[in-house]
């Protein structure tokens, strides 16, 4: 079986799909202090940064499920690839190239945020239609490859910067884009097949129109904002909470939670046929309950921290589940629901890092009452779960 005709080749092109988002989503914040210094570009301006990425790709999200379907997967795909490539090339290059470096960060910042757009909507439908048995498990595994990639740009670069210097960084933003451009030529190759070849599609109306849709947008919502709204503050809770210093602070929160979220996509991914994945999302929205109100509540820093750490391992599956949850429910709903559910499942992601900051800058306990309110999105889940255990699918 040759790698035109072996979709093997194709899930572990998708799986390093998932590293090169996470690349591009990872390796440029642990550069916003040097950026600053560097170039002398205010906060202000570096928070830019992330909004503007945040943008580009829920418009990505928005627009793809008009163009995708016509111009193609693979097409696709192989640009997303190279967006994210030249977004990382152009870290390194492009402030020194324009009068205002931060035009050129900026210029950066919108090609990998194009490319990491179009990789979040394609790789998930790529994987559920590859003729494999167990859709759910390998759509689980896939998802474990984001992670494990999280983890892999931390302690690489953490590494690097100790070895070579954070003077060098841009010799490592150029070694990083080797993954997506090696990604880029490995997706001409593979055989891809789309979700339009396997059920008839569900016409957009029709679909925006199914109570199960909304349902599932609902889950979509919920899960980007309960894990966002501990990952992105692990970091800060770990310094905060333990006293330690940034780099042990990023790998006692955010590589923790992204270790345990990993771990919980691989273990569901080998036991998936023997599970309910209902009611599996469902314990893993009152185990992610236990983890925030550990955190919030228990006073005793390192038992707190754990508190984060269940919670990056109760979040796990309901990404990946509620996708593979979406294919069972909506057979015909093709690359634009998988387009609109990340586009759901971005606004979460949003908006559940923003609550927890927002609150926390006017509560007096911080970061924990932050945490606290979070509550809301893993019982907002618990609710989805059961409208959906109702719904009938209309």
Known sequence: ???????????????????????????????????????????????????????????????????????????????????????????????????????????????????????????????????????????????????????????????????????????LSMLWAIIPLWNAFYFTQVPISTLEETHKTIPLRSLLSKRIFWILALLMICAGASELAMSQWASAFAESGLQVSKTLGDLAGPCMFAVLMGLSRVLYAKWSERINLPHAMLLCGFLCIGGYLIAALVPIPFVALLGCGLCGFSVGILWPGTFSLAAVKCPGGGTAMFALLALFGDVGCSIGPTLVGFISGFASNGLRTGLLVALLFPLLLLLGIGLMKRCKGE
């Not at 179009?118 to 998802?143: D, G, Q």
Request: contains cysteine; glycine residues 6%; charged residues 10%.
């Open 1 to 171: 079986m040759t790698i035109r005709t072996n979709y093997n080749h194709t899930l572990l092109a998708s799986y390093t799909g998932y590293i090169t988002q996470s690349i591009v989503n990872t390796f440029v914040p642990l550069l916003f202090l040097t950026f600053q210094s560097t170039y002398q570009i205010p906060i202000d301006k570096i928070t830019l940064l992330v909004t503007i990425n945040f943008v580009i790709q829920l418009l990505v999200d928005l627009l793809s499920t008009k163009f995708v379907d016509r111009i193609g997967y693979r097409v696709c795909i192989v640009a997303a690839h190279l967006f994210a490539a030249s977004g990382l090339v152009g870290i390194s290059l492009f402030p020194d190239w324009f009068s205002d470096p931060f035009i050129g960060l900026l210029t950066a910042v919108c090609l990998y945020a194009v490319g990491g757009g179009l990789i979040e909507v394609l790789i998930s439908p790529i994987v559920e239609a590859c003729p494999t048995e167990r859709k759910a498990a390998a759509m689980s595994l896939l998802h474990s490859f984001y992670c494990w990639g999280c983890v892999l740009v931390v302690l690489l670069s953490t590494l690097y910067f100790s070895l070579a210097g954070i003077q060098n960084w841009r010799i």
